[in-house]
C-alpha cells in the first residue's frame, strides 16, 4: 500500500495552520497517545524519537515516563515543531526539528525507541518508512506506534458515499494485519498489538467535520482535492446528521492499533 500522491508542502501547511488549535480539539489523539504510552514497557531508552511528533502530545508522555532519556521530535510542519520548541524551551534533553521522516535523510539511527501516534495514515509509502525506521534502531530497541487502521473514520465515510454517491477518497489506512508484516519484514519480535476504538463526540455534524479542519486533518492542496461546493456540503451534513444519537450527538470513530515490537539484540 503506497500512497505517492500526497503533497507533502500542503500537509505542512495544513498542520502548521493548525497548531494553535490543535491541543483543543485534538481529544481523540490525546487519548491514543495515552494509550500507547501506558502499554510501553518500563525499560528506560537512552535515545527516543516520536515521528510527526505534532505539538508533542505523545513526547509531552515520554519525557515523564523516561525522565533520563534523551527525545528528538520531528515533524513536517514548522508550526508544530515551534510549538514543541516553546514548550520545552530549555530542556535539554529534547530538540524538535522540522523534517520529512519518510526521507531518509531525517533517519536518527540506533535510537531505542521510535514512538509515533495518528501519524502514519499521512504518508505517501507508510509501509517502506516504518520499516526504514524499524530496521534503524539500536539491537534490542522498540517500535511503539499507535496507527489508524481501517475501520477510522467510517461515520464521515457512510454520509459522504449516501450524500454525494461517490466514495470519500481519503486517507490510506491499512489493515490490521499491515503492521505484524512490517514487523516480520523488518526482522522485530512483536510484544503488544491491540486493537481499540477511541470515540470522539461532537454537538453537530457540522462541529464533527470542523474538528477534522481544527486538528489540521484536511486535504487542502492535495492531488484530485476538489471542495465541496455550498449544495454537496448541506448534503453532506444532512447524512451525516442523520446518525446521530438521541442527544443529537454524532460520533467520530477512530480504530487504533497499538503495536509494540523489538528488535532482536
Ligand atoms: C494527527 S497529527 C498527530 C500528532 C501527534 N503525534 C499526536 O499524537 O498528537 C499528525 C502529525 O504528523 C505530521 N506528519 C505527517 N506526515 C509527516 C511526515 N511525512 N513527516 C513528518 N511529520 C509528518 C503532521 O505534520 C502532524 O503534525
Redesign the pocket.
Known amino acids: 500500500m503506497s500512497n505517492q500522491a ?1 503533497e ?1 508542502s500542503a ?2 501547511r ?3 495552520d ?2 494553535k488549535h ?1 491541543d483543543a480539539w ?1 481529544t481523540a ?2 487519548e ?2 495515552s494509550g500507547l504510552a501506558l502499554r510501553m514497557d518500563r525499560r528506560e531508552p537512552a535515545l527516543m524519537v ?10 509531552v508522555l515520554l519525557l515523564e515516563r523516561y525522565p533520563k532519556a534523551s527525545l528528538v521530535g ?4 514548522e508550526g ?1 515543531v515551534e510549538a514543541c520548541r516553546k514548550r520545552w524551551n530549555g530542556l535539554d534533553r529534547a530538540r524538535f526539528v522540522a ?5 531518509p535523510a ?1 533517519l536518527v539511527r540506533g535510537a531505542d525507541l521510535v514512538a ?4 502514519a ?4 509509502n507508510p509501509i517502506g ?1 516504518m520499516r526504514m525506521w524499524a530496521e534503524a534502531l539500536a539491537p534490542g530497541g522498540i517500535l511503539a506506534c ?1 496507527f489508524l487502521i481501517q475501520g477510522s473514520f467510517f461515520e464521515l465515510e457512510s454520509a459522504y458515499h449516501h450524500a454525494l454517491q461517490a466514495r470519500f477518497q481519503g486517507l490510506r489506512l491499512w489493515k490490521a494485519e499491515t503492521a505484524h508484516d512490517i514487523g516480520k519484514a523488518a526482522g522485530l519480535r512483536v510484544l503488544h498489538c491491540e486493537e481499540e476504538s477511541i470515540l470522539a463526540g461532537y454537538d453537530s455534524a457540522r462541529a464533527a467535520l470542523r474538528s477534522y479542519k481544527h ?3 484536511v486535504f487542502q492542496g492535495q492531488p484530485g482535492h476538489r471542495p465541496l461546493g455550498p449544495a454537496q456540503m448541506r448534503r453532506l451534513l444532512a447524512c451525516y446528521e442523520q446518525q446521530a444519537d438521541s442527544q443529537g450527538r454524532v460520533t467520530v470513530t477512530h480504530r487504533v492499533q497499538y503495536f509494540i515490537a523489538e528488535k532482536p539484540r
Open positions: 500526497v507533502k500537509l505542512a495544513n498542520f502548521s493548525a497548531a490543535y485534538a489523539q490525546a491514543i497517545a516520536d515521528l510527526g511528533c505534532g505539538t508533542g502530545l505523545l513526547s520531528l515533524d513536517l510542519a508544530m523534517g520529512d521522516v519518510e526521507d531525517c509515533c501516534s495518528c501519524v495514515q499521512w504518508f505517501g518508512t499507535a486538528i489540521g486533518a
